[in-house]
């Protein structure tokens, strides 16, 4: 049986995507997944969606890791999903759509290129040390560095989603180092296990993070640098909770095929 795909990068987060609205895929199991998403036994990607339909929403997303397990909310998969439904014709620049955490608004600007993807708002951010974990709709981990061009992401992030408090159920580790205009930020991520070149989630944990810890209130835009490309992050912040939360950034088609099975 031949099923249609297609590839989707947002910064360089690059998941497969599958029409799913009629189920081809019978036997949807974590092996399956997990191969698709190998870079060298199967297509490749960070991830993978299934797009169906949903009685009440434009559509629903269901996201799993690389590893093949079902994922937590993924923003950049989420943007990415949101110009998949454009391309397919479900949705033309506006979109609410339903995904793990719960709805989301979306809208598509510059000739499709481009997607701000609402977030769910937060209240809660503790502290773990000198660094900060709080749940985007995926949990993150949050700690500024210096010199993070030089740092080993992956020894370091492996170290501390592995250790004691994390191990069992996991977390994203984002490191974030200020520049005068921006956010630089770099990622590894649960499921893919390793340093990805983007995280949407992360890079929204991260923004909120930072202006926590600046003591800042108000309307608050956060340019970010990841591995992939740039992102942008719009929240309010009343002190308390962030709300009115949007990831920005570019949703890409890069590729289509068939699968196999
Ligand atoms: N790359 C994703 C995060 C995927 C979440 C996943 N790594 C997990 O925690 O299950 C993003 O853009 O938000």
Request: aromatic content about 10%.
């Amino acid at each position: 049986m031949n099923i249609s795909f297609y590839k989707y990068q947002g910064a360089g987060n690059d998941f497969i995507v599958i029409d799913h609205r009629e189920a081809p895929l019978k036997n949807i199991d974590n092996a399956l997944v997990a191969q698709l998403c190998d870079r060298r036994f199967g297509i490749g990607g960070d991830g993978l969606m299934f797009l169906t339909s949903h009685p009440e929403y434009d559509f629903e997303m269901h996201y799993y890791n690389a590893d093949g397990n079902v994922g937590t909310m993924c923003g950049n998969g989420g943007r990415c999903i949101v110009a998949f439904a454009k391309h397919l014709g479900i949705i033309e620049n506006e979109t609410n759509f339903l995904a793990v955490d719960g709805p989301h608004y979306a809208k598509i600007t510059e000739e499709g290129n481009w997607v701000e993807l609402q977030m769910i708002d937060v209240e809660q951010i503790a502290n773990d040390e000198d660094a900060f974990v709080l749940n985007t709709g995926s949990p993150h981990y949050v700690k500024e560095v210096s010199g993070l061009e030089a740092l080993d992401v992956y020894k370091h992030g492996y170290e501390i989603r592995n250790n004691d408090t994390y191990k069992v159920n996991g977390i994203n580790v984002n490191f974030v180092e200020k520049k005068p205009n921006h956010l630089f930020v770099r990622t590894f991520e649960r499921g893919v296990e390793d340093e990805t070149y983007a995280c949407g989630t992360g890079v929204t944990a991260v923004a909120m993070a930072m202006a926590k810890k600046d003591n800042r209130i108000g309307h608050i835009e956060t340019p970010v640098k990841v591995l992939g490309g740039n992102l942008e992050i719009k929240f309010n912040y009343n002190g308390q909770v962030f709300s009115d939360v949007f990831l920005c950034g570019p949703a890409e088609k890069v590729f289509e095929g068939k699968i196999i099975v």
